[in-house]
């Protein structure tokens, strides 16, 4: 069984809103920062955004508020909603858990998801 399950990738148009989806394992949700990295071509992977366990967010200063980032107790879920997407946001998402215990720090990714292709065109 995955840890860590994106959905909801796919074309959009900038302009346009998609909303991808992190199913995460039980005692990961519970327990850890659940996180959104991407990757474009050809670039590190970096941080889109990241929740806590009790609600508290952090984003990409590249956000600049078109993103935002929520979660789900009754379904293990962690949704990232893209409004207004740019062509430079297009990359493969990856869904992550850092900061699981007993590592209760940032920068300990515990897993990764398989990753989801979002694709901005105008």
């Known amino acids: 069984q995955k840890h860590l399950r994106e959905s909801g990738g796919g074309p959009v148009r900038t302009g346009e809103s998609l909303q991808l989806a992190c199913v995460a394992h039980e005692l990961m949700f519970s327990k850890c920062i659940i996180g959104w990295y991407r990757q474009a071509p050809g670039k590190e992977r970096e941080l889109v955004s990241d929740?806590?366990?009790?609600?508290?967010?952090n984003y990409g200063d590249f956000v600049q508020g078109r993103f935002t980032i929520s979660r789900d107790s009754a379904e293990n879920t962690v949704y990232l909603q893209m409004n207004n997407p740019k062509i430079d946001d297009t990359g493969v998402y990856y869904c992550?858990?850092?900061?699981?215990?007993?590592?209760?720090?940032?920068?300990?990714?515990?897993?990764w998801g398989q990753g989801t292709q979002v694709t901005v065109s105008s």
């Open positions: 929740i806590t366990s009790d609600g508290t967010t």
């Open positions: 992550a858990a850092d900061a699981c215990p007993p590592l209760d720090r940032r920068g300990n990714i515990a897993a």
